[in-house]
């Protein structure tokens, strides 16, 4: 008589943990049509390696936390240039950040008329370091991009530094029969797909090597097409 094998379910690859913010266009939470061009990245990507992933929206400053101190959770984007680099695996490019001021009045096009006005910034954000970095102490700081829009919108501030993508497409969910004035970009970031710096080898690899070849053969630019975004300059 030979005896059964039973295969234990924990052989099975399980699902590489992911981690997101909402940040429209980058990631949406709760659309899952147009979940955010990185979050279609991230998915073609794992696609792509044979792998599966299990995606969960927290705010901010927690997701960024948890691509810290776990050992193997990635994250469908991050603007690089933040203090703490070495303290992600930084696994691709993806597109660019234009940062730039946002207003409802008078344009700002540069730093140094910046530091006359009352500027929102979201906790934590590259926007908020890029600023702290140069010296700005005239900043409101909360904790989404839609408090941000809100307290331009309600004349609380007069600013809002972030991406212009990120601007328009929070600006127009919030209102958009409100005009809003974009000034120059003040400064460009590269974002990056990220990972916990231990992300084990084979990983790093798949990740790596899928959206290399979504590179290559237009499926990145078709994304970012699709979400009102022009070819990145890589």
Same mark, same amino acid.
């Given at each position: 008589?030979?005896?059964?094998?039973?295969?234990?379910?924990?052989?099975?690859?399980?699902?590489?943990?992911?981690? &997101?913010? =909402?940040?429209?266009?980058?990631?949406?939470?709760?659309?899952?049509?147009?979940?955010?061009?990185?979050?279609?990245?991230?998915?073609?990507?794992?696609?792509?390696?044979?792998?599966?992933?299990?995606?969960?929206?927290?705010?901010?400053?927690?997701?960024? /936390?948890?691509?810290? $101190?776990?050992?193997?959770?990635?994250?469908?984007?991050?603007?690089?240039?933040?203090?703490? =680099?070495?303290?992600?695996?930084?696994?691709?490019?993806?597109?660019?950040?234009?940062?730039?001021?946002?207003?409802?009045?008078?344009?700002?096009?540069?730093?140094?008329?910046?530091?006359?006005?009352?500027?929102?910034?979201?906790?934590? %954000? $590259?926007?908020?370091?890029?600023?702290? %970095?140069?010296?700005?102490? =005239?900043? $409101?700081?909360?904790?989404?991009?839609?408090?941000?829009?809100?307290?331009?919108?309600?004349?609380?501030?007069?600013?809002?530094?972030? %991406?212009?993508?990120?601007?328009? /497409? $929070?600006?127009?969910?919030?209102?958009? %029969?409100?005009?809003?004035?974009?000034? =120059?970009?003040?400064?460009?970031?590269?974002?990056?797909?990220? &990972?916990?710096?231990?992300?084990?080898?084979?990983?790093?690899?798949?990740?790596?090597?899928?959206?290399?070849?979504?590179?290559?053969?237009?499926?990145? &630019?078709?994304?970012?097409?699709?979400?009102?975004?022009?070819?990145?300059?890589?």
């Amino acid at each position: 008589v030979v005896a059964a094998v039973i295969v234990p379910l924990s052989i099975a690859q399980a699902a590489d943990t992911v981690v &997101a913010a =909402n940040y429209p266009p980058i990631m949406i939470k709760g659309d899952p049509v147009r979940p955010g061009f990185a979050v279609e990245i991230l998915q073609e990507a794992a696609k792509r390696s044979g792998r599966e992933i299990d995606i969960t929206f927290l705010p901010f400053k927690r997701a960024m /936390q948890r691509v810290k $101190t776990d050992t193997a959770t990635l994250m469908p984007a991050l603007f690089y240039g933040k203090s703490s =680099n070495d303290e992600y695996l930084w696994l691709e490019r993806i597109q660019s950040a234009k940062l730039t001021f946002a207003t409802i009045g008078p344009r700002i096009d540069d730093l140094d008329t910046a530091r006359s006005a009352a500027i929102v910034v979201e906790n934590g %954000s $590259t926007p908020h370091v890029f600023l702290k %970095s140069n010296g700005f102490q =005239n900043l $409101t700081v909360v904790s989404s991009p839609e408090a941000s829009a809100r307290m331009v919108q309600l004349g609380r501030v007069d600013a809002w530094m972030q %991406s212009r993508s990120i601007v328009q /497409q $929070t600006w127009n969910d919030l209102a958009p %029969s409100l005009p809003l004035t974009m000034g =120059n970009v003040v400064h460009e970031i590269p974002i990056f797909m990220v &990972a916990s710096a231990s992300l084990p080898e084979e990983m790093v690899t798949a990740y790596r090597s899928a959206v290399q070849s979504m590179r290559a053969d237009g499926t990145l &630019a078709e994304i970012w097409e699709s979400y009102g975004l022009a070819p990145d300059d890589q």
